[in-house]
């Protein structure tokens, strides 16, 4: 019998702000899509000219807001099977008058109907997924709750298995210097985060923590631990940044369409306004991404 050749991938890419290096990025992903996968760009792929110095305008995040919304519906018609973006400006999506969504992550939980969502990210030595995500360093104690820190642990708990580990060790950062130190360093650590990892380990998860945010992710690069759960943006992004750096890839877990999962991705970086036309774009982690979500999209098949 002949052989049944697999279902292609069709992926949908915004190509984030055109004042950024999101145009020049998403050409490269789509120069080195495999056989079997169609890259489907939404958005310009030419950069925009810029008189001075590059910086956050309302036409370019209008053209990013926009770029980002016909990708969403792509993926909602099943035209699409995943979606890849590319970096934007927040700022500019707030000159565009984009003011009820602070990122990329707020969209696609309201687009597509999923509340039980986060951000996560992968590389090479370390995975984490963030308790709190876009908001001021001020506001993490007051928005941290056991079933918030719950959910960010089963979430990355989701996330490992989706990627070949069901029985993944996770390990919950605590929030206050040497987690708390049994409550004389802050009390978050006892009353929030120890709850809600006691909670996951009843319900089978191999949860442990809180652990101290200065030393958890050295024991994550031993292999001690397979995923962290930090509990705000710079506490797990300083030290993906440092390690996995443009290898590391944010994977959007827990999104979901009339039953069936949604698969995003985009590159671990900003739109680089700094570098652009310096012969100094590096398009990896943009490659990366594209990668990440034809291995999803194709585990989520039943696939390799």
């Known amino acids: 019998m002949p052989t049944q050749q697999p279902q292609p991938v069709r992926i949908a890419i915004s190509t984030g702000d055109p004042l950024g290096i999101g145009p020049e990025i998403s050409r490269a992903a789509i120069a080195a899509a495999p056989e ?12 925009w000219a810029s008189d001075g110095p590059r910086k956050a305008r309302a036409d370019a995040g209008r053209a990013s807001w926009e770029a980002l919304c016909t990708a969403i519906e792509a993926v909602k018609r099943g035209e699409c099977d995943a979606i890849v973006t590319a970096p934007i400006s927040k700022e500019a999506w707030h000159a565009a008058g984009v003011t009820t969504h602070p990122g990329h992550t707020e969209v696609l939980a309201e687009a597509f109907e999923s509340p039980r ?17 876009h908001i001021p360093l001020a506001d993490v104690s007051t928005t941290l709750s056991v079933p918030g820190v719950l959910r960010s642990i089963e979430l990355a708990h989701e996330a490992c298995a989706a990627l070949g580990n069901p029985r993944a ?4 950062a605590g929030l206050n210097p040497h987690a708390g130190e049994h409550g004389l360093l802050g009390q978050e650590d006892d009353t929030i985060i120890a709850p809600a990892v006691a909670q996951a ?54 999104l979901s369409w009339r039953g069936r999962p949604v698969v995003r991705t985009s590159p671990a970086h900003g739109t ?5 036309g310096r012969g100094m774009t590096d398009a990896s982690s943009m490659i990366e991404a594209m990668f990440r979500a034809i291995e999803l999209v194709r585990r989520g098949r039943g696939g390799p």
């Open 201 to 254: 380990r009843s319900a089978g998860i191999y949860a442990s923590g809180p652990w101290p945010g200065d030393t958890v992710f050295n024991r994550a690069l031993r292999r001690e631990f397979d995923a962290v759960v930090a509990m705000y943006h710079d506490q797990g992004l300083i030290p993906v940044k440092l390690i996995d750096g443009m290898e590391s890839v944010n994977v959007t877990v827990g």
């Open 169 to 172: 060790r996770i390990a919950v």
């Open 36 to 47: 079997g996968v169609v890259l489907v760009p939404f958005g310009t792929l030419d950069t």
């Open 272 to 276: 680089a306004f700094d570098i652009v």
């Open 117 to 133: 969502s986060g951000m996560l990210f992968v590389g090479p030595n370390l995975t984490v997924m963030l308790a709190t995500v």
